[in-house]
């Protein structure tokens, strides 16, 4: 089992950036590939990015894409999510999420286990 833990969301304008954060505990010891995903208001849960365990290898959703960036620090067991230019349509609940293994996931229903979820809300 892996207990994710997500913080750094909060308000902010049109424009302005903000970085989640996501931290991970129990059974850290075997791979992990972890990724965002986030949920609109009357909307489904849309993939966001996703990052493999060595971190090398990234993957995002369009639009999100030279936006946000994926970050991961494995000594810390902790994931990251560089927002820039944010835009009101980027409003959403973001949680994080985590799956088994190696490769690099970017479905929604490839994910094992997710965060509680943090509130990302978009002024314009």
């Known amino acids: 089992q892996v207990q994710l833990v997500e913080s750094g969301g909060g308000l902010v304008q049109a424009g302005d950036s903000l970085r989640l954060s996501c931290a991970a505990s129990g059974r850290t010891d075997s791979s992990y590939a972890m990724g965002w995903i986030r949920q609109a208001p009357g909307k489904e849960r849309e993939f966001v990015a996703a990052?493999?365990?060595?971190?090398?290898?990234?993957y995002y959703a369009g639009s999100v894409k030279g936006r946000f960036t994926i970050s991961r620090d494995n000594a810390k067991n902790t994931v990251y999510l560089q927002m820039n230019r944010l835009k009101p349509g980027d409003t959403a609940v973001y949680y994080c999420v985590a799956a088994r293994g190696s490769g690099l996931y970017g479905r929604v229903d490839d994910y094992d286990y997710w965060g509680q979820g943090t509130q990302v809300t978009v002024s314009s």
């Open positions: 990052i493999n365990w060595s971190g090398d290898m990234k």
